[in-house]
């Protein structure tokens, strides 16, 4: 029976020494995902580096949230050829219906090992290095060592800090005394600007009725001002922050306001002490999910469907 220690020993590229996972806009065969599939996918490949006895590292030197980012001795500078990095299309994920999914990791580490044994020292560019963009489901359970490196690839550097410390005075919210609502209205409203559907809206409202915490502070996030304002309207404890927002992966050029408004999301929900998070998807949030992973913060993951099943 196979295992994924049995299947490790099948690699046999001699030549390679390190993955560096890649994040930018738009890659050789397709446009990039978004900020917490990138996360995703770079624990992933630390998991995978590891089983091999590789070295694993992250580049967001060519997407424009790197202007925001903490860029220290631990940012290596890479000879890399950008327009020559490819998106890695095997996700781990299999969809089993709109409300589940399941893996396969035997199939996913084997398809990975056969591509990385393919490889000569011209195709991954340094000789020893292999460029790529991956954000496929990890393998493994999250591991403490792996969450802290990630985080240190990530952190906000002088002006990102001090635009979360202004934002939080300016909203009177107080670090890990919050909790976060997170609603992910889905890429057709984000990205295509489809109007809400009246059924969500009222099946989010019916749950967070339910369950909201008398004396709890609550800052709602979305992907969607539109649903911020309906909250307001029927929770006016609630705190919200209008702005403009960006798919840091799939959005078409995005200029620098809606990337650093969409960052600054993600850096005050990293503050929060407990995130709930809406989606339509059967996996939930990326964006909310690796946010709360890197900064270990309790997690409640709600689907809602946007139609009556």
């Not at 705190?239 to 005050?268: C, Q």
């Not at 409640?300 to 139609?307: A, E, G, K, W, Y």
Request: proline fraction near 3%.
């Amino acid at each position: 029976m196979q295992t994924i220690t049995s299947i490790s020993r099948n690699f046999n590229n001699k030549t390679l020494k390190r993955i560096v996972n890649v994040y930018q806009m738009k890659y050789k065969n397709g446009i990039a995902q978004g900020l917490g599939d990138y996360i995703r996918g770079c624990f992933c490949l630390l998991q995978i580096s590891a089983m091999l006895g590789l070295s694993f590292d992250m580049d967001l030197t060519n997407h424009p949230m790197s202007k925001y980012l903490l860029k220290d001795d631990s940012w290596e500078k890479y000879d890399i050829s950008y327009n020559e990095v490819s998106r890695y299309e095997n996700v781990n994920y299999i969809p089993i219906n709109s409300k589940t999914f399941i893996k396969n990791s035997l199939e996913f580490f084997t398809e990975f090992i056969i591509n990385l044994n393919s490889m000569n020292s011209g195709e991954t560019s340094d000789g020893d290095i292999f460029y790529i963009f991956c954000h496929s489901f990890p393998i493994f359970d999250i591991k403490d060592t792996g969450r802290k490196f990630i985080l240190s690839k990530l952190l906000p550097n002088e002006l990102m800090q001090n635009k979360i410390t202004e934002t939080l005075n300016t909203v009177n919210l107080i670090k890990k005394r919050f909790a976060v609502i997170h609603i992910r209205s889905g890429d057709k409203y984000l990205l295509n600007n489809g109007n809400l559907n009246s059924y969500v809206v009222k099946k989010i409202i019916g749950i967070l009725s339910k369950n909201m915490k008398p004396g709890t502070k609550y800052l709602i996030l979305s992907d969607n001002n539109h649903i911020k304002l309906l909250l307001k309207r029927t929770f006016p404890e609630v705190v919200i922050r209008l702005s403009k927002i960006a798919h840091l992966g799939e959005s078409k050029n995005p200029d620098d306001e809606s990337v650093m408004e969409t960052l600054l999301d993600f850096y005050l929900m990293s503050n929060a002490f407990q995130i709930i998070s809406f989606s339509p998807y059967n996996w939930g949030s990326g964006f909310s999910q690796w946010c709360s992973v890197l900064y270990n913060i309790p997690y409640t993951q709600i689907q809602v469907l946007d139609r009556l099943s």
